[in-house]
Structures are given as structure tokens and as C-alpha cells.
């Protein structure tokens, strides 16, 4: 069983940056890769980064390209997003996710706000 557990959304001005956290629950983490989407008010879903299992690659979507840096500390079971120079289009709640045995997992995300 999979359980991911989010943390670190909260309110947050414009220019400003938040560190958000993904905790994982349950066996092979380190062999899994995981992300973030988002989905901002009467929006559809929309991805925002991806890690790979052992950390070395990563991808973004053009919308975060320079302003925010995934990774991951798999001794933690934890992957993060650091979101610098936020812009009030970044409002969303954001999920992370683990991709494991061909099933894409969800954690309930958390809440990002950003202030103009």
C-alpha cells in the first residue's frame, strides 16, 4: 500500500518562494519515479515537475522552467518542490504522485496561495 502525505502550502506574496514536501509511506520508494501536478481554480490538473527514481533526472513544465527545483532524499522516503519567484497563477493545490508497477499513485494534496 501506497500513502502519500503532502505538506508546506500556505499563502504566500508574489516574488516569494515555499518549499513544498511529499512523504511516502510503504516499501520501494528509491525504485519509483514521483512528481508534482497541479490544479488551480476551474482548472484542469496540469503537470508541474517529475524526478527519477535515483534523482538524476528531471523534468519541468515550461510554466515552472527557472523558478522551481524538484528532488528528492530517498533515505527520507520524501521528494520536494522549492518554488521560488512565485506568481499569483501559481495558486493551486498541488499533488504529488508516484509512478509504481504501471499505477500512478495520489497523495490528497496541499494548498498553494499566492498574493499579487
Known amino acids: 500500500q501506497v500513502q502519500l502525505v503532502e505538506s508546506g502550502g500556505g499563502l504566500v506574496q508574489a516574488g516569494g518562494s515555499l518549499r513544498l514536501s511529499c512523504a511516502a509511506s510503504?516499501?520501494?520508494?528509491?525504485?519509483?519515479?514521483m512528481g508534482w501536478f497541479r490544479q488551480g481554480p476551474g482548472k484542469e490538473r496540469e503537470f508541474v515537475a517529475r524526478?527519477?527514481?535515483?534523482?538524476?533526472?528531471?523534468s519541468y513544465a515550461d510554466s515552472v522552467k527557472g523558478r522551481f527545483t524538484i528532488s528528492r532524499d530517498n533515505a527520507k522516503n520524501t521528494v520536494y518542490l522549492q518554488m521560488n519567484s512565485l506568481k499569483p497563477e501559481d495558486t493551486a493545490v498541488y499533488y504529488c504522485?508516484?509512478?509504481?508497477?504501471?499505477?500512478?499513485?495520489w497523495g490528497r494534496g496541499t494548498q498553494v496561495t499566492v498574493s499579487s
Open positions: 510503504g516499501r520501494t520508494f528509491s525504485t519509483n519515479g
Open positions: 504522485f508516484m509512478d509504481r508497477d504501471s499505477r500512478r499513485y
Open positions: 524526478v527519477s527514481p535515483n534523482g538524476a533526472e528531471t
